[in-house]
């Protein structure tokens, strides 16, 4: 059979009815720019995620950027980050006008180091951002500490973390700031690219607001100079939707990933399974990533692709490694954690559709192939 590393399309068909009612409102109230379905969407998310705000923004890359502007990071500013993370968090700082600072990954977690993060702390550091990986919080309890002491902002990357829970609250609601986004093939995906910041700072939200919509909140009334940045209505009322099903969704993620557990623990000599931190009380498993004790992985990879298995790899490419930030000067060994699970790790189709005869499926062409 084929399995898809992510099947929206099966999604979609057990919601369609509300999906279609909802962008069909959206056309004929016309609204398509910070409409309706916008601020409702705002409210619910951020009622969800446990903060008095969340500001729509049009990408998770957006997010990240936006609240970094609002809060006055900038030239001359250095920021905190995982070389184990999607570009994005590096182009969020960098965009911002500040320089990225990496910092070597937990083996065990792949989520950023808080002791590397501590031996990283250059002058001029003015935030973190911890980097919620693959689904599972960050050590925050470790990072919030770090961060008081040293008077940093953290802004959490959250964009794979909808819904994740740590002991200490929900992931995006324990920094200053967080960034999520709605990229289709998040948790929480829109139809299109979106993003939000969540934060309990009322004037920061103000300034987001304000920055988003070119300057103003009052139509050709710009105080300030700002963006377009902006959700649009019929992302926000596809939002609204999923929103609803989120926790249903998140669940099943969890119970995929146990399916997962079981199928693959016959197979422990050659692979390394996700770990949960001790900090850990809801991991929503965006992807499932396993680590291979063997050299061969992109030989693996491309068998799965040849048994109709969807596998994929996050991410082949270290930051450091990246021709965008050569500039940094780092090269090979710099991240040694980074680099050695760069060429190991194997992502296997999860969402809350995949059925247990899938799962074992999947497992069943990966002990095949491993075998050989």
Same mark, same amino acid.
């Given at each position: 059979?084929?399995?898809?590393?992510?099947?929206?399309?099966?999604?979609?068909?057990?919601?369609?009815?509300?999906?279609?009612?909802?962008?069909?409102?959206?056309?004929?109230?016309?609204?398509?720019?910070?409409?309706?379905?916008?601020?409702?969407?705002?409210?619910?998310?951020?009622?969800?995620?446990?903060?008095?705000?969340?500001?729509?923004?049009?990408?998770?890359?957006?997010?990240?950027?936006?609240?970094?502007?609002?809060?006055?990071?900038?030239?001359?500013?250095?920021?905190?980050?995982?070389?184990?993370?999607?570009?994005?968090?590096?182009?969020?700082?960098?965009?911002?006008?500040?320089?990225?600072?990496?910092?070597?990954?937990?083996?065990?977690?792949?989520?950023?180091?808080?002791?590397?993060?501590?031996?990283?702390?250059?002058?001029?550091?003015?935030?973190?951002?911890?980097?919620?990986?693959?689904?599972?919080?960050?050590?925050?309890?470790?990072?919030?500490?770090?961060?008081?002491?040293?008077? %940093? $902002? @953290? *802004?959490?990357?959250?964009?794979?973390?909808?819904?994740? !829970?740590?002991?200490?609250?929900?992931? +995006?609601?324990? #920094?200053?700031?967080?960034?999520?986004?709605?990229?289709?093939?998040?948790?929480?995906?829109?139809?299109?690219?979106?993003?939000?910041?969540?934060?309990?700072?009322?004037?920061?939200?103000?300034?987001?607001?304000?920055?988003?919509?070119?300057?103003?909140?009052?139509?050709?009334?710009?105080?300030?100079?700002?963006?377009?940045?902006?959700?649009?209505?019929?992302?926000?009322?596809?939002?609204?939707?999923?929103?609803?099903?989120?926790?249903?969704?998140?669940?099943?993620?969890?119970?995929?990933?146990?399916?997962?557990?079981?199928?693959?623990?016959?197979?422990?000599?050659?692979?390394?399974?996700?770990?949960?931190?001790?900090?850990?009380?809801?991991?929503?498993?965006? %992807? $499932? @990533? *396993?680590?291979?004790?063997?050299?061969?992985?992109?030989? !693996?990879?491309?068998?799965?692709?040849? +048994?109709?298995? #969807?596998?994929?790899?996050?991410?082949?490419?270290?930051?450091?490694?990246?021709?965008?930030?050569?500039?940094?000067?780092?090269?090979?060994?710099?991240?040694?954690?980074?680099?050695?699970?760069?060429?190991?790790?194997?992502?296997?189709?999860?969402?809350?559709?995949?059925?247990?005869?899938?799962?074992?499926?999947?497992?069943?062409?990966?002990?095949?192939?491993?075998?050989?």
């Amino acid at each position: 059979m084929k399995i898809p590393l992510v099947d929206l399309q099966a999604q979609y068909r057990t919601i369609q009815p509300e999906v279609d009612s909802a962008v069909r409102g959206v056309l004929e109230r016309a609204d398509f720019i910070l409409g309706g379905a916008v601020s409702e969407f705002e409210a619910a998310f951020a009622q969800f995620i446990g903060t008095k705000h969340c500001v729509g923004v049009a990408s998770g890359t957006d997010a990240l950027w936006m609240a970094m502007q609002a809060l006055g990071i900038g030239e001359g500013d250095k920021v905190l980050l995982p070389a184990n993370t999607f570009i994005a968090t590096a182009l969020a700082v960098s965009d911002a006008g500040a320089t990225p600072v990496l910092v070597d990954m937990d083996p065990n977690t792949y989520n950023i180091d808080v002791e590397a993060a501590k031996k990283a702390l250059v002058p001029g550091t003015k935030a973190i951002v911890p980097v919620h990986l693959y689904g599972q919080p960050a050590d925050m309890t470790g990072i919030l500490d770090f961060a008081r002491e040293k008077g %940093l $902002f @953290v *802004i959490e990357d959250a964009a794979q973390a909808h819904g994740a !829970v740590h002991v200490d609250g929900r992931c +995006g609601a324990l #920094g200053v700031a967080s960034g999520f986004s709605f990229y289709p093939g998040k948790n929480l995906g829109a139809y299109g690219d979106g993003g939000a910041v969540c934060t309990n700072d009322d004037n920061l939200a103000e300034r987001m607001r304000r920055l988003r919509n070119w300057g103003g909140t009052v139509k050709y009334h710009h105080p300030e100079r700002g963006f377009n940045s902006r959700l649009d209505t019929i992302q926000a009322a596809v939002l609204g939707i999923k929103l609803r099903h989120l926790a249903d969704w998140n669940s099943r993620r969890r119970q995929v990933a146990a399916w997962y557990r079981e199928e693959l623990e016959p197979l422990r000599s050659e692979i390394e399974l996700p770990a949960e931190a001790p900090w850990t009380v809801e991991h929503v498993y965006h %992807l $499932f @990533v *396993i680590r291979l004790r063997r050299a061969d992985r992109d030989q !693996v990879l491309k068998a799965l692709h040849e +048994g109709g298995v #969807g596998a994929g790899i996050h991410y082949p490419v270290p930051i450091h490694l990246q021709g965008a930030y050569s500039d940094l000067g780092l090269g090979p060994g710099s991240f040694p954690a980074t680099e050695s699970a760069a060429g190991q790790i194997l992502s296997l189709p999860i969402y809350p559709e995949l059925t247990r005869e899938q799962v074992a499926a999947v497992a069943e062409c990966l002990r095949q192939i491993l075998s050989r």
